[in-house]
């Protein structure tokens, strides 16, 4: 079972990457999907997930109107396009995955934000 995350990196303050989290070894769409973020010293944050029956979408209010999830099942992949971004975004984004009793998180990708 793999989660790879990628497309972070260093962006300038209003920028505009898009993350990937790739999926291998399950039944991908099967499961809901979510973005968490955790930076130094501060509790891990979902901030994004998308239901895998009806692909309804959940964002949180630190980053609502910033973001938009979404998946593409025949790539087993979710996709985190994330807009006008801010110094204080910078973090580590991570991937989930849930479904029932089995839950996989993928290692992370650095985003950092320059102002």
């Known amino acids: 079972v793999q989660l790879a995350e990628s497309g972070g990196g260093l962006v300038q303050a209003g920028g505009s990457p898009r993350l990937s989290c790739a999926a291998s070894?399950?039944?991908?769409?099967?499961?809901?999907i979510a973005w968490f973020r955790q930076a130094p010293g501060k509790e891990r944050e979902g901030i994004s997930c998308?239901?895998?029956?009806?692909?309804?979408?959940y964002y949180a209010p630190s980053m609502k109107g910033r973001i938009t999830i979404s998946r593409d099942n025949a790539k087993n992949t979710v996709y985190l396009q994330m807009n006008s971004l801010k110094p204080e975004d910078t973090t580590v984004y991570y991937c989930?995955?849930?479904?029932?009793?089995?839950?996989?998180w993928g290692q992370g990708t650095q985003v950092t934000v320059s102002s």
């Open positions: 070894g399950f039944i991908f769409d099967a499961y809901a």
């Open positions: 998308i239901r895998s029956t009806d692909g309804e979408t």
């Open positions: 989930y995955a849930d479904y029932r009793n089995r839950r996989y």
